[in-house]
């Protein structure tokens, strides 16, 4: 057998990446349509982790007030539940630009009024 790479991993195509662009020997430019793609992917992921985030407050928020869920949620009963919650009007606005900063609230949930 010949020398060369072998056996493709990670750690040998980062040195032959990085080596070939050390030397100019590789150079790959982005054209429109993956510039866009890396936007769309990026865009998708930041909106992800702050779901991800919102998901994660909305029963901490809830936690902090007493309150808490017994049931599985994100469901319909969920947001009955919640909208069932007695609480402040400053408590209530809290949690409702929680859930509105991922549209949970709507009219499929009953949340608006």
């Known amino acids: 057998m010949g020398g060369g790479r072998r056996v493709k991993t990670g750690r040998s195509d980062a040195e032959w990446l ?53 049931g599985t949620p994100w469901t319909d009963r969920f947001f009955k539940w919640i909208k069932g919650l007695e609480m402040s009007a400053r408590k209530r606005g809290a949690l409702d630009a929680h859930l509105n900063s991922h549209h949970f609230p709507d009219e499929e949930h009953g949340l608006e009024d």
Do not use: M, W
């Not at 909106?47 to 869920?69: C, D, M, N, V």
């Open 18 to 70: 990085a080596s070939s662009l050390c030397f100019g020997s590789y150079k790959h430019v982005c054209d429109d349509e993956d510039l866009d793609n890396r936007d769309c992917i990026r865009a998708r992921n930041a909106q992800k982790e702050l779901l991800k985030q919102t998901k994660q407050q909305i029963p901490s928020f809830l936690h902090a007030q007493g309150r808490s869920y017994d």
